[in-house]
């Protein structure tokens, strides 16, 4: 096989992709479709945040490649349809971003982030014009979004238009009012009201999340299992140096390490 033809690049990796797809090449490649791949490409995106999340460049490098392979497979899988090729995704891509940067390929002028955010927004508003336009304004965010991102899009999208919070002040007397409402649900013992007030409080901490503009409460959330994860292996592995059993530990015990583990966690980090 003369793998130089093979160029490290967006063509070399097309080129064994077709490879791969062609009638006497890979099964597994050969039987992928746009709904198996887009299962695929929920994991591997999963698994490169995490190495992002981890900040762990070799990692990021791969996990990056695995995404790369399963966006350009569904790209072969369209042109096997007919519906499109690879140049068409390039071209609309740049043209979109060419498009909706008019402070660096046109006349307007961004001194600030805020902005480019307005002119990027200006742009899609123009993009739309003339468009068939959803019936409902928050019709455009998408359903197949995890529902804590989906959360995150609705809170965005209704605030592009100003129902939002004036200062985060009220975004947090707005959590903590939603807490009581958790409190009162639970004494009154309903189980469809106690469901219903903490999916309330569940949108109400994404909307702090999201108001605050700093992380991602998928961001968060990854971090918060991130730790969680980490500090029940200290529980296990300090158990199993006592000769204990997880199910034998106890909770008390359990929590007893638990809590030694944020102080070390402290300590280190002072």
């Known amino acids: 096989m003369d793998e130089t033809k093979y160029t490290p690049d967006a063509g070399g990796l097309l080129a064994v992709l077709r490879r791969l797809r062609a009638p006497d090449g890979c099964p597994w490649d050969r039987k992928q479709t746009r709904e198996s791949l887009s ?13 992002i999340d981890r900040n762990d460049s070799t990692d990021i490098c791969d996990e990056l490649g695995d995404v790369l392979m399963n966006i350009f497979l569904q790209i072969l899988v369209a042109e096997e349809k007919g519906e499109f ?11 979109k971003m060419i498009r909706r940067h008019e402070h660096i390929f046109g006349d307007a002028v961004a001194e600030t982030p805020e902005d480019v955010t307005r002119i990027w927004l200006e742009v899609k508003k123009r993009e739309r014009a003339g468009r068939e336009q959803p019936e409902r304004y928050l019709g455009s965010v998408k359903h197949t979004l995890s529902a804590v991102e989906r959360s995150e899009k609705l809170q965005k ?26 409190e009162q649900a639970l004494a009154g013992g309903n189980d469809k ?21 700093a992380k991602t409460s998928e961001e968060l959330l990854r971090a918060a299992n991130r730790k969680f994860e980490r500090r029940f292996d200290y529980v296990e592995q300090h ?17 007893e390490l638990w809590q030694q583990c944020k102080h070390e966690e402290k300590c280190k980090n002072a």
């Open 193 to 213: 009201e106690i469901d219903d007030e903490l999916s309330d409080l569940l949108f109400s901490v994404v909307n702090l999340i999201r108001f605050r503009g």
């Open 157 to 182: 999208k209704a605030a592009e238009v100003g129902f939002d919070w004036q200062s985060i002040d009220g975004v947090v007397g707005k959590v903590r009012e939603e807490i009581c409402e958790v």
């Open 239 to 255: 158990l199993a140096a006592e000769g204990i059993e997880l199910s034998d530990a106890g909770v008390d015990k359990m929590e």
């Open 85 to 95: 090729t690879p140049t068409d995704v390039w071209k609309n891509v740049i043209d």
């Open 39 to 51: 299962r695929h490409l929920a994991g591997e995106t999963a698994e490169l945040l995490d190495a």
